[in-house]
């Protein structure tokens, strides 16, 4: 019965050094969202996975950032020579899509990244 | 294309008093709206929903509305508690993806 799992919780890296940031959702969830959270700010949406359909990559800020997931389970956000604008806390949420607007979105407790 | 706009933070409140944070939203078609709620150092939580036009959630005390006709989503709480310190996140979902307020950052003073 766990929830949405996200790891590393904390992650510190030097500028222009690649991150890979792992999303486990909660099984039996097909829907896969990642969002980012800057100090003080709300969430900004990054990308959505849906089953096996082609994902909405359309939050992506730049084509540093891409993300993979593997069937209808783990997503992987990767984050190439990261800059200090990239440190945010990075969220991954799932959810159902039985009624599909309907259900809300699962949250893990993200992961904290700090660029050095 | 969608958008949330919440009333700006932060706010501070006594314990006991009544809170409204304001909400409204701009979408195409039939949204359905949440408030999410993120306690310090822990992740979001779905608070309440709502999912068609006059529909009211409720949870923990709290209460919103789903009003079409002002495109609004009000959060309200009569009396609130100390541990009621969060910030509170409104959205939106329209065909897919959550939009989401900037948060407002509610603290509650004994």
């Known amino acids: 019965g766990a929830g949405v799992s996200q790891s590393p919780s904390n992650k510190v890296t030097e500028k222009g050094k690649d991150v890979e940031l792992r999303c486990d959702p909660i099984?039996?969830?097909?829907?896969l969202y990642w969002y980012r959270q800057r100090l003080g700010q709300g969430l900004e949406f990054l990308i959505y996975?849906?089953?096996?359909?082609?994902?909405?990559k359309s939050g992506l800020p730049s084509d540093r950032f891409s993300a993979e997931r593997t069937g209808e389970s783990v997503s992987t956000l990767t984050i190439q020579r990261t800059q200090q604008e990239d440190s945010a806390v990075y969220l991954c949420a799932s959810s159902s899509t039985r009624g599909f607007r309907n259900q809300p979105q699962h949250f893990g407790d993200g992961t904290r990244l700090s660029i050095l | 294309g969608n958008s949330v706009t919440q009333m700006e933070g932060p706010v501070t409140l006594s314990e006991e008093a009544f809170l409204t944070i304001n909400c409204t939203y701009t979408?195409?078609?039939?949204?359905?709206l949440f408030w999410y709620v993120q306690y310090p150092g822990e992740g979001l939580q779905l608070l309440l929903k709502?999912?068609?036009?006059?529909d009211k959630g409720s949870n923990k005390g709290f209460e919103a509305t789903y009003r079409k006709e002002t495109t609004s989503f009000h959060l309200e709480k009569g009396s609130v508690q100390v541990s009621d310190s969060a910030v509170y996140f409104c959205a939106l979902r329209g065909a897919q993806k959550l939009v989401f307020g900037q948060g407002t950052r509610l603290t509650i003073n004994p």
């Open positions: 996975f849906q089953g096996n359909s082609a994902p909405d």
């Open positions: 099984s039996g969830h097909t829907a």
């Open positions: 709502a999912t068609k036009a006059d």
């Open positions: 979408a195409t078609g039939y949204p359905s």
